[in-house]
């Protein structure tokens, strides 16, 4: 399961802040993902970055930035601007290219939760 | 873009029994479908995957179906064991455009 970490497990925000999630991954991985997963249902894309200093907006990006200025990092920042943050959010990494093309590897999550 | 739907939302059978959990997709240009199992609280982790050029795979207990043409895939478990319950993902990848759509997820639940 190592290779790819997320930091804090647990978080918990005032409503009106930003926060930043981490993820940094030791895979030699190009593409690097955010995913948000609400109770009971699939992962849905944020954002995604296929090479450094490049990154697309998934499905759900409002409210939401990110920065890819190093290969092993994808922060997430939820803004003030997400109206309803409270969920848990996965990071992945895929490699490019290779015969694994299209695995996403996991973190293991960071749950927000907006008081 | 790609829309994948998956059928049963939530499935459970008795110990021994086989299991059947199927997705369709839309975009014909997929060519990579993963399936993912997720423990309660825990990382979704990669159990089995099938490649276009592949019409099915199997690994011990578990086994994935293709079928290009109806563009849907199934997941098969057979002999199931309470520890296989879980919540199932599929997906469906282009992975030249590096961006997968998931399924909405299936609950399996194995009675002892």
């Known amino acids: 399961d190592g290779g790819i970490t997320q930091s804090p497990k647990y978080l918990f925000r005032k409503e009106g802040q930003n926060v930043t999630l981490s993820c940094e991954q030791n895979l030699n991985h190009d593409a690097m993902y955010w995913y948000r997963q609400d109770p009971g249902q699939g992962l849905r894309l944020i954002y995604y970055?296929?090479?450094?200093?490049?990154?697309q907006k998934g499905d759900i990006a409002e409210g939401y930035s990110v920065s890819r200025e190093k290969k092993d990092s994808f922060p997430l920042t939820v803004t003030s601007a997400q109206k309803n943050p409270t969920a848990f959010y996965l990071c992945?990494?895929?490699?490019?290219?290779?015969?694994?093309?299209?695995?996403?590897?996991f973190g293991p999550g960071t749950r927000l939760t907006v008081l | 873009g790609e829309n994948v739907e998956q059928h049963p939302s939530t499935l459970s059978v008795q110990e021994g029994d086989s299991a059947v959990i199927k997705c369709t997709y839309s975009d014909s240009a997929s060519n990579y479908f993963p399936w993912y199992k997720q423990e309660l609280g825990k990382r979704p982790q990669l159990i089995i995957d099938i490649r276009s050029n592949v019409g099915e795979k199997k690994d011990q207990r578990i086994a994935v179906t293709l079928n290009k043409t109806a563009k849907h895939f199934s997941l098969h478990i057979t002999e199931t064991q309470p520890e296989d319950s879980a919540v199932y993902f599929c997906?469906?990848?282009?992975?030249?455009?590096?961006?997968?759509?998931f399924g909405d997820g299936t609950t399996l639940t194995v009675k002892p």
């Open positions: 970055s296929q090479i450094v200093n490049d990154f």
């Open positions: 997906a469906a990848t282009f992975t030249n455009a590096g961006k997968s759509t």
């Open positions: 992945a990494s895929t490699p490019r290219g290779l015969a694994g093309e299209g695995v996403q590897f």
